[in-house]
């Protein structure tokens, strides 16, 4: 029995650290959804942990779908067949897992059978399991158990605290080209990027606010727009409009992080309006 027993040690422990890996790399999205649609982010980890065996199910691996959403009629996206109460059945298909985890969001916040889970804080993860169970998310009558076993294991209830939107927070020095160094302040939420800094050369200055668009990966596109300053004359601003293109990558457990940029301002020089480059390397830290 022993030799047994010594024999699914590593199976139980490459199991655990497959869920702690699915945790590590999505609980960032998941936190972006409860601030975008006060759903605990704990929840939505561990419903999508169990909904797709942290990610390696066939309906997550193929179909980009974690939390088993089936296609219902009103959804005219792409599908998948998998067999799941029935043989293949019809579940949604999504081109990425971000816009599985968005659809969740929106699938539990627009179904009134879902309505009253939202009068429960979003501090209050065993209500949201007990609830999602009630309103039938899933037929398992264990279903709010392992929602609930799962968040204990895991302390996935550390993710629904405003420490975890906090931690979304950053200050910023930058240097760059054609202004020399800056400071700011950089907040990352659902897949956007606000930012507000000053930077500054030896001849010209600027005060700048904006927010950038996540397009792929860790990459931002988007507008700014504030005051442009031409040497010293902080009393005659010019108003100026810029568009930039940034690459930053947001960490799991990191203080800081870096951010590339690089972008154009359209603003006045001297009486006429002019085109200016802007390069930008800025080190980001909580």
Known sequence: MYKYIILLI???GNAQNKVQLYIDKYSDLAIEEMVSYSIPASITLAQAIL?????????????????GIKCHNNWDGETILVDDDLKGECFRKY???AASY???SIFLSTRSRYDFLFEYSILDYKSWAKGLSKAGYATNPKYSKLLIDLIKKYNLD????????????????????????????????????????????AIMSRINIGVNFKIIN????????????????????TWRIGSELAYSKLPRDAESRFIYKIGVDYTKW????????ALGFGYLIK
């Open 51 to 67: 909904e797709s065996g942290s990610g390696e199910s066939r309906l997550a691996s193929e179909g980009k779908n974690h939390f």
């Open 102 to 104: 968005r659809d969740h």
């Open 218 to 237: 860790n990459i931002y596109i988007g507008i700014n727009s504030g005051s442009f300053h031409k040497g010293d004359k902080f009393d005659q601003p």
């Open 270 to 277: 001297n009486d006429n309006y002019v085109l200016l480059p």
């Open 95 to 97: 081109s990425n897992v």
């Open 158 to 201: 550390k993710y629904d605290s405003n420490d975890s939107i906090r931690n979304k927070f950053y200050f910023s020095t930058e240097i760059g080209f054609i202004y020399l160094t800056g400071l700011g302040a950089y907040f990352f939420s659902n897949n956007k990027m606000y930012f507000a800094h000053f930077q500054t050369s």
């Open 10 to 12: 590593p199976f139980f």
